[in-house]
């Protein structure tokens, strides 16, 4: 019974995913970087994110979500496992839940936001995990866009621990769409 449930399960991801675009970004504020990949968009998608902050830590994340199209916008939900290692606080694991959205504006412009969160009882080593990013691409070619928006990412820590707020501002940024 579970190696069909498994074939379903790869076959349909496989189909997503041939169907789906594929991007990268990276991004940098103030104080902190971040570089994220995805394969997205109706169906099932995947993403793989990064931000570091030099004085404060790292948060590391791959995530699953399924892509629902409402009208042209899309909505995802879905959930990541992050991997959290704040500078002055225990290394901390979690699971993220969380979701976004992209609307596109015309064919040069699109607004986008998504936000995820783990409380205590889905994290390890962390008390919880928030993350959350608004932003608008314009969009220079059909494979390349610029980025501005606002990103904030926060790991609240353990037994008095100092939280590493990671990200809290804006930031400027290019994508790639393939």
């Keep these: 019974m579970k190696k069909p449930l498994i074939a379903v399960t790869l076959g349909a991801a496989l189909v997503s995913a041939g169907a789906s675009a594929a991007g990268m970004s990276v991004i940098a504020g103030e104080d902190y970087i971040a570089a994220s990949a995805d394969i997205n968009k109706a169906g099932l998608g995947f993403t793989a994110d990064w931000t570091h902050n030099d004085d404060k830590g790292d948060a590391a994340g791959i995530g699953i979500g399924v892509g ?28 993220a839940i969380g979701g976004g959205i992209s609307v596109p504006l015309g064919e ?18 962390i008390q919880s995990y928030t993350e959350a990013k608004a932003g608008v691409r314009f969009n220079i070619t059909k ?19 100092p939280s590493a707020e990671l990200a809290n501002g804006v930031y400027a940024g290019v994508a790639l769409k393939f």
């Design 68 to 95: 629902v199209p409402l009208g042209k916008a899309l909505l995802t939900l879905g959930g990541k496992v992050m991997y959290l290692d704040p500078q002055n606080a225990t290394t901390g694991y979690a699971g």
């Design 143 to 161: 494979n390349l866009g610029a980025d501005v928006g606002y990103k904030y990412v926060n790991i609240d820590s353990k037994d008095g621990q």
């Design 108 to 125: 040069r412009f699109v607004v986008y936001g998504e936000g995820y969160y783990s409380p205590d009882s889905l994290s390890n080593g």
